[in-house]
């Protein structure tokens, strides 16, 4: 057993944390797991059954991968920590620092070559968006992962397309099946200004001819996401900083504790083997 009084301190904290992020990658591994094995039962009981939003099956299925994905990184991680702090292991505590430290590192790089390279990511950021309107985005009648994804954003932040209505233009497949269905839609139901106190995944615009004549009165088609994205996070700057910090802060804490408890392990053994 550690015998430092700092060195046990970070011993148990690393099991506390450690232990909550290992329920939780379990709990996301099981949900994903479930959903691959029986969507069905997964609808009816968590009710989303209802929701046209939520019971696509090739949206469930592609989300059911991430979850098993993600779930399973968590646990690993968390796996390591805790056991390797409530076993004394020193192999353990230092591959979970290890995994800490490269989650980090590509952070930090992740963020610096944003700032460096500020307007190549925004004109990569926009043609990537766009290019997912142009090649994925349908209409009601084909309600794949994109699509839902970019209704989601344009009805909950009150825009349009990437840079406005006119990214939709060049959308093979909303353009295909408006044709197919005889009706000359210029943006969908999610750039128009719906009706209140709808769930969310149900899109009725509040004027019927919206999705055809789009105005700035019944719709948002001069409104970029993206422009709009940007706005939000310059308004929440402190916000995003702060969470940023805090995330940051927590993952040099179990590396300093990682390896605290790592080297207080090792100066007992040494001692016990000296005496």
């Not at 009601?140 to 990214?167: E, F, H, K, P, Y």
């Amino acid at each position: 057993m550690v015998a430092d009084c700092g060195a046990t301190c970070a011993k148990y904290l690393l099991c506390l944390f450690n232990f909550i992020f290992f329920v939780v990658g379990a709990s996301v591994c099981c949900v994903g797991v479930w959903l691959i094995a029986d969507q069905n039962h997964f609808l009816e009981t968590t009710k989303l059954s209802a929701s046209l939003e939520f019971s696509e099956p090739g949206v469930i299925q592609q989300c059911a991968y991430v979850l098993v994905a993600l779930g399973t990184f968590i646990f690993i991680v968390s796996f390591l920590g805790y056991c390797g702090a409530i076993k004394e292991s020193r192999v353990m505590l230092t591959a979970y620092a290890l995994f800490l430290i490269i989650i980090f590192v590509l952070q930090v790089a992740a963020i610096s070559l944003a700032a460096h390279y500020k307007t190549q990511a925004d004109t990569h950021t926009r043609t990537v968006l766009k290019n997912s309107i142009r090649d994925y985005y349908g209409n009601s009648n084909n309600r794949n992962a994109v699509t839902i994804g970019w209704d989601l954003v344009m009805s909950q932040m009150d825009c349009c397309g990437v840079n406005n209505s006119s990214d939709f233009q060049s959308a093979r497949l909303f353009n295909q099946q408006n044709r197919e269905e005889g009706i000359n839609r210029v943006v969908p139901a999610a750039c128009c200004r719906l009706e209140p106190g709808l769930p969310v995944g149900i899109y009725r615009p509040s004027d019927e001819h919206c999705e055809i004549f789009p105005t700035s009165i019944n719709s948002f088609k001069d409104k970029g996401c993206l422009n709009k994205f940007t706005y939000v996070v310059r308004n929440n700057l402190n916000l995003v900083i702060g969470t940023i910090v805090g995330v940051a802060a927590l993952q040099l804490l179990g590396i300093i504790f990682a390896f605290c408890v790592c080297k207080a392990v090792g100066a007992e053994r040494d001692f016990h083997y000296k005496y």
